[in-house]
């Protein structure tokens, strides 16, 4: 169904809005290629994430496992019209100690508001009858933040690319804002290229050395990202531990993309210092209509840093962010991602300044209370 049929049959009518929880494998396909019908309006886009999503919501893999997950789905005469997942992540729950749940996955048509308003208080009383006092929604289980501003760039893949309707619905349906984000990019230069080189080397005089996690035994590189990673991040708003089995899915996937190469561990006197996970650029994973390229800015990593409090001021965040650039940049990157940072982590954004990234694009995450 297009976009503008959905409008054009809502005019004057009484459409029949059905809410349903899809489950078996043909379903719950459908439900995860709708994203596909979503985003063929864009010239670039991201195909759907079936290799991960399909198994999490079967209930099979790392990412389902101390979750509860319910899919709902809304249908206007029939045809699906949005989507959205409701979670319970006990991982989150024991970190936190807090009775949310997550809305992920959330997609829909333009001209929907009513469907979208019904799926949502569907999702809502499933999260409230199993004991959420709340919903998050943009940012979650591999859940990006919603972007504010820019609809038109190609995002690094794994980010959001959501049209800019989508505010409209989720505040309709009951959500406010609870956190802005910033999203940074720079553009390579022969003086960064200097600056980073520099820096990969004072932090080598600092005593940090820079490891790559392909060059750490598969059991060492999991042990040490994981502790680090969880450490560094246990106090970072929304974040969620990862746990070994998640990580172990992940570092076979990034063994298929070039990650292992970009990702790394800084170590000091044998010791794990900070972490530094990237994904490298995926142009030729995108969705291109005919006649449309990508520019270089849309060639873009993905990159998330930590450091332990005892290593940090001490230049291991530049060094580490700088070898993986510098990797980057050789493999023929002319522009990079410093990637999404909450509007008040002050510390994290004059990182990215001290990279020479400037401010791209702004993103938000939603919250609706019960």
């Known amino acids: ?42 010239s670039a886009r991201w195909p759907a994430m079936v290799p991960v999503q399909l198994p999490m919501l079967m209930g099979d893999g790392p990412f389902a496992a101390g979750r509860k997950i319910r899919p709902f789905a809304a249908r206007v005469d029939g045809d699906l019209v949005a989507r959205g997942v409701a979670l319970i992540d006990g991982h989150y729950q024991h970190h936190w100690k807090e009775p949310l749940g997550h809305l992920v996955m959330f997609e829909a048509l333009p001209g929907t508001r009513d469907a979208v308003k019904l799926m949502m208080d569907a999702a809502a009383a499933w999260m409230k009858a199993n004991g959420a006092t709340a919903a998050r929604a943009g940012f979650g289980l591999l859940e990006f933040p919603f972007a504010i501003d820019d609809y038109e760039t190609l995002p690094p893949d794994f980010a959001r690319q959501n049209p800019a309707y989508y505010h409209a619905l989720l505040k309709d349906a009951g959500f406010e804002t609870e956190r802005g984000w910033v999203d940074y990019k720079i553009e390579v230069t022969p ?54 089995d998640e990580l172990a899915f992940l570092f076979d996937f990034f063994a298929i993309t070039g990650a292992l190469d970009t990702t790394v561990i800084a170590y000091r006197d044998g010791q794990p210092a900070g972490v530094l996970m990237v994904a490298p650029p995926n142009p030729e994973g995108a969705i ?21 409090e005892n290593a940090r001021g001490r230049g291991v965040n530049l060094a580490m962010a700088s070898y993986s650039y510098l990797h980057l940049i050789r493999q023929g990157s002319k522009f990079l991602s410093y990637t999404l940072v909450l509007d008040d982590n002050w510390p994290s954004r004059r990182t990215a300044e001290k990279l020479g990234a400037t401010v791209c694009a702004n993103y938000v995450t939603y919250r609706r209370n019960f």
């Open 1 to 42: 169904m297009e976009a503008r049929d959905l409008r054009a049959r809502g005019e004057g009518l009484q459409l029949s809005v059905k809410i349903e929880s899809p489950s078996g494998e043909e379903a719950l396909t459908e439900f995860v290629l709708f994203q596909l019908k979503v985003y063929e309006y864009r």
């Open 191 to 244: 003086e960064l290229v200097a600056r980073y080189e520099s820096a990969l080397e004072a932090g080598r005089r600092g005593g940090f050395e820079i490891v790559a996690v392909k060059d750490l035994p598969a059991a060492r590189r999991i042990r040490d990202f994981e502790h680090t990673w969880n450490t560094a991040f246990a106090r970072h708003w929304g974040a969620t531990p990862f746990s070994t």
């Open 288 to 308: 291109l209509n005919p006649g449309r390229t990508l520019a270089d800015n849309e060639k873009l990593n993905i990159l998330g840093i930590g450091v332990l």
